[in-house]
């Protein structure tokens, strides 16, 4: 998903709020989903979240504990501030100019390993298993 696209759907979101927070039951409602069709509707917003939160234009909100945690709103953070008041793509393209000027590096096998928990942790609502094997030759 483009920055662009990401803001698209973040202007969408909150079109019906001045709140920073808004909850999933709004969002869904936004969009016209049914709502007891909760376990697509999650899905759905979980893969839009991956992209707001990549382009730190979002924080999730979850409720209960850690073990139990499940996300029931979504949160602006300051980047999401700028680009919803910005009335021009100017925020979009400075956004564009930091996501892509950040230091990109080769990512390595020991690298995903050690990310593992803290993705599972940031992602609760997701069960996230990781598996590697040699190949057979």
Request: hydrophobic share 35%; glycine share 2%; no cysteine.
């Amino acid at each position: 998903m483009t920055i662009k696209t990401a803001t698209e759907y973040l202007k969408r979101f909150y079109s019906q709020t001045d709140t920073d927070e808004v909850t999933l039951k709004e969002v869904f409602s936004i969009y016209g989903f049914n709502p007891h069709k909760e376990k697509i509707n999650r899905v759905w917003i979980g893969n839009k979240l991956i992209y707001l939160k990549r382009y730190q234009l979002v924080e999730p909100v979850y409720d209960g504990d850690k073990a139990n945690a499940r996300l029931i709103a979504i949160k602006l953070t300051d980047e999401g501030r700028k680009v919803l008041n910005s009335e021009n793509d100017y925020s979009i393209n400075q956004l564009q100019n930091k996501v892509s000027s950040r230091d990109l590096k080769a990512i390595t096998l020991n690298d995903v390993v050690q990310a593992m928990p803290r993705i599972r942790q940031e992602n609760p609502e997701y069960e996230i298993n990781f598996d590697f094997r040699l190949r057979s030759v």
